[in-house]
């Protein structure tokens, strides 16, 4: 049987909701992605452009490797989403060499 899978992906928009996400959920935050929030915890415009550079790689990473589908959690910023979609098809594109 086969399932189609569609995996969620909430940006990191801000390294203190993450922080708190992930204690709540117990569970790890890669270490790539550790180190980035280190650097920039207090520089909220760059945290935000990590998080959407973070999760379009996730994104990319996981259709690459035969996932339906993804579904963004955005917390009510569609600019969040926009960003994301923006760049996929570019990256896609170049993935499919077209």
Known sequence: MNV?????????THSKSLLRTAKLCGCSIPYELSTMIES?????????????NYAT???IDL???GVD????YTMN???IAKAIFQS???VLKELNHE
């Open 77 to 79: 910023k569609p600019e």
């Open 69 to 72: 589908g993804t579904h963004i």
């Open 40 to 52: 920039y915890y207090h520089y909220p415009e760059a945290m935000k452009e990590i998080g959407i």
């Open 4 to 12: 189609p899978i569609l995996a969620g992906i909430m940006p990191v």
């Open 57 to 59: 790689h996730q994104i």
């Open 63 to 65: 259709i690459t490797n």
């Open 88 to 90: 996929i098809p570019t």
